[in-house]
């Protein structure tokens, strides 16, 4: 199983995320976006580097079960997170609603290569106290 992001300041969307592949698959593969590849995010200045959101995963992953049980991957371009979800070996995908429409174009590449589509596993957008959707683009601009 796997999943990809930024997981930049770390968050509860971010957690519920890393908790249900977790509850439904063993080992789960994490894509973890490089610095390179966030430059044109929002409020870039305010982005933890790598080595920090790579740790904080490790961290909270670390809280609710044994690290063994994930490998994090730097994704610093589209081929490659493409190269890793063309693995036979992969059998699904998690992501959320924001990055459903990225996970039907890899689906769509796992059939042109005569692969099975991945299951996809959508999960729905938390949103907080006042109905926003928590975000980590929210949290950089409040800081």
């Known amino acids: 199983m796997g999943l990809g992001g930024t997981f930049d ?21 994490i894509g973890l976006t490089s610095q390179e590849l966030l430059k044109n995010k929002q409020y870039y200045s305010k982005l933890e580097d790598y080595e920090t959101r790579e740790e904080n995963l490790k961290t909270y992953i670390s809280s609710i079960t044994e690290l063994q049980r994930i490998n994090i991957v730097e994704i610093s371009n ?14 699904g995908l998690i992501v959320s609603q924001e990055t459903y429409d ?7 590449n796992r059939v042109k290569k005569g692969l099975e589509p991945l299951v996809l596993i959508v999960i729905p957008l938390l949103k907080d106290e006042k109905n926003n959707k928590i975000s980590s683009i929210s949290i950089r601009e409040k800081i």
């Open 78 to 91: 589209w081929s490659e997170m493409d190269k890793y979800a063309q693995d036979p070996e992969y059998d």
């Open 102 to 108: 990225n996970a039907l174009k890899l689906n769509e």
């Open 9 to 29: 300041h770390l968050h509860e969307g971010h957690k519920f995320l890393l908790k249900t592949a977790l509850s439904i698959s063993e080992f789960i593969e």
